[in-house]
């Protein structure tokens, strides 16, 4: 069965700083991955997915994430972050069959002024 | 209009009652998908749907039940609610991708 961590259930970065968020994977063959984002409140919004090809994947908001297959890792980084940043961040794995997401504990993200 | 819409959008209830989560998708989906989360532990599958016909259980489907009434809606029940089934509700249907509705925050006293 797949399964996600994501090491850091919280990180605070300063504003103007870089980002990068840790999420490795367990899956026999190459998986679909994805990363969400919450906002307090909110539902689940899709920020970046990786299905195959170019192991750098741009997103929306800035966002991009590059998957190495050596280390089962699908990092996510933003070069410079926004107060609006803030907010919960999800990775996901699908495998080859439709059975749903399997989705990381999530890391939530807290941005200092 | 929002392509997947969750109602209610927040219930509180008692131990012992039954309870219907209700879910619309205008994405003209085949796969819809019945998803709990808790604080700390993620988004995580109960139930998920491939088409009217075939209804399949997730990881954590003891206690509940579903529904497929037609290509456009999946309901969620509970037949006895428990406090421990307090949680956020999602439900999702899948293309390329999956697409989540806005949530259902139920509360079990």
């Known amino acids: 069965a797949q399964s996600v961590t994501q090491p850091d259930i919280h990180i605070t970065v300063s504003e103007g700083a870089s980002l990068e968020l840790r999420c490795n994977y367990s899956?026999?063959?190459?998986?679909?991955l994805f990363w969400y984002v919450q906002s307090p409140g909110q539902g689940l919004q899709l920020l970046l997915k990786?299905?195959?090809?170019?192991?750098l994947v741009q997103g929306i908001k800035g966002f991009e994430a590059e998957f190495k297959r050596s280390q089962s890792s699908f990092n996510l980084r933003k070069p410079s972050v926004h107060w609006s940043d803030a907010a919960e961040y999800f990775c996901?794995?699908?495998?080859?069959?439709?059975?749903?997401?399997?989705f990381g504990k999530g890391t939530h993200l807290i941005i200092q002024p | 209009d929002a392509d997947v819409t969750q109602t209610p959008r927040n219930r509180i209830t008692k131990t012992g009652k039954r309870i219907m989560l209700e879910c619309s998708q205008t994405?003209?989906?085949?796969?819809m998908y019945w998803y709990r989360q808790d604080p700390g532990l993620g988004l995580r599958l109960i139930y998920y749907?491939?088409?009217?016909?075939?209804?399949n259980k997730g990881e954590i489907s003891d206690g509940y039940s579903v529904s497929r009434q037609a290509q456009a809606k999946f309901s969620l029940s509970l037949e006895s609610a428990i406090p421990n089934q307090t949680a956020l509700y999602f439900c999702?249907?899948?293309?390329?991708?999956?697409?989540f509705g806005p949530g259902t925050r139920l509360t079990v006293l």
């Open positions: 996901a794995v699908k495998g080859g069959g439709a059975d749903g997401l399997t």
């Open positions: 899956y026999g063959a190459t998986p679909y």
């Open positions: 990786y299905f195959s090809g170019d192991t």
């Open positions: 994405k003209g989906h085949d796969r």
């Open positions: 749907s491939f088409d009217v016909k075939d209804i």
């Open positions: 999702a249907t899948c293309g390329s991708e999956q697409f």
